[in-house]
């Protein structure tokens, strides 16, 4: 018999399906990415709206066959929406490094709640101005409630303190490490970088944003190494993280 739910959910990414179906990777609060078709989304839009934009909130609603793995999508109705503010090109591209993460870290159907409730309060974030501080946040954030972030204050090697010390971090290995155990092909994270990791992971995004105090150069690095972490982990290049860096 089939299944309705319910759930609190951002919107990743839709492509199209059959005819006139749209396709929609969408992350919920209580089944992680599920995939299902919004049925007709390409010739009408008034069962959908504005709701399939990537990173719009929304409560949906869908029903799931058992054995099939994409699900059927009823509705969307939008909580928020990035349309409610000017999308420029630099916010365009921090919505998009959002979603492309979301969906590439996330497994389908695994809950993970503290990463929605990451996603869901640094998306509305992203303005003019703040894409920057925004999108580093994310990305530290992430690889850090994944799993994946390293204790920036000891090598990974030796096991050494790098307090006042020189950071080194190689886009092929896990951790960071002490000049003396560098890998060959490490990236250097100056000492304002490591400073502003530790505001970050201290210091809610409203706070950094108003305070204003990151550097755009630490920023970079920061947003360079966690990308770097997280594209070895998912093993494929994270194409919005580029379109980032450029700006």
């Known amino acids: 018999m089939p299944t309705a739910h319910q759930s609190e959910a951002i919107v990743l990414r839709t492509w199209p399906f059959a005819e006139a179906d ?13 995939r299902g ?25 869908w029903v799931e066959r058992p054995k099939q793995d994409v699900v059927r999508l009823e509705r969307l109705e939008i909580v928020w929406s990035p349309l409610k503010e000017p999308v420029d090109y630099t916010r365009a591209a ?17 809950p993970e709640d503290d990463v929605f409730r990451l ?12 894409t ?14 994944l799993g994946w972030m390293p204790d920036l204050g000891r090598c990974a090697l030796s096991g050494e303190s790098l307090r006042n010390k020189p950071v080194y971090y190689s886009p092929l290995r896990d951790g960071v490490f002490s000049e003396a155990k560098r890998p060959q092909g ?20 409203p706070q950094l944003i108003e305070e204003g105090e990151l550097s ?32």
Not at 119 to 130: D, E, N, Q, Y
């Open 22 to 34: 749209l396709m929609v990777a969408f992350f919920t609060r209580e089944q992680g990415v599920v």
């Open 132 to 145: 920057a501080v925004s999108a580093t946040y994310f990305a530290l954030w992430i690889t850090r409630l």
């Open 37 to 61: 078709v919004a049925r007709h989304a390409m010739k009408s839009r008034r069962r959908f709206g504005g709701a399939l934009e990537p990173m719009t909130q929304v409560q949906a609603a």
């Open 186 to 205: 490490s990236v250097m994270l100056p000492a304002e970088a490591i400073a502003a990791a530790a505001r970050i992971f201290r210091e809610p995004l």
């Open 216 to 247: 755009r150069g630490a920023l970079q690095q920061l947003r360079r190494f966690a990308v770097s972490t997280l594209e070895r982990h998912l093993e494929e290049r994270l194409k919005s993280a580029r379109v980032l860096a450029t700006l």
């Open 119 to 130: 996603a869901a309060s640094v998306a509305p974030m992203l303005r003019r101005g703040t």
């Open 94 to 110: 921090g919505l998009a490094f959002l979603a492309e993460i979301l969906e590439g870290a996330l497994p389908d159907h695994a």
